[in-house]
Nanobody, 122 residues
């Protein structure tokens, strides 16, 4: 059974940084595309970033470009999201996701984690 487990969320002041981790288990993820989504209170879940399984190609939501960085350690089946220069509007539950391709993971992931809360105070 595929499982994605996020960690690394927390409370941080505006301008601060956090690193989220997502450990994948129960499957082979070396070729899977991995991504991050977030959902703020009262809003729909939105795409944040994704990384392909082979070339390591990355895509980002426009508002996080230059501040967030997605990366992966294939040997550890882990994907990371480095969050820098955080803003109060980045406050949300952040979810890890996995899919068969970059296009799939950005639109309709096959698997989801349970989420980790990120709160940015002003």
């Amino acid at each position: 059974q595929v499982q994605l487990e996020e960690s690394g969320g927390g409370l941080v002041r505006a301008g601060g940084s956090l690193r989220l981790s997502c450990a994948a288990s129960g499957g082979t993820f070396s070729s899977a595309a991995m991504g991050w989504f977030r959902q703020a209170p009262g809003k729909e879940r939105e795409f944040v970033a994704a990384i392909s399984g082979t070339s390591g190609y990355t895509v980002y939501k426009d508002s996080v470009k230059g501040r967030f960085t997605i990366s992966r350690d294939t040997a550890k089946n882990t994907v990371y999201l480095q969050l820098n220069s955080l803003k109060p509007e980045d406050t949300a539950v952040y979810y890890c996701a996995a899919g068969g391709s970059l296009a799939m993971v950005t639109a309709r992931p096959n698997y989801w984690g349970q989420g980790t809360q990120v709160t940015v105070s002003s």
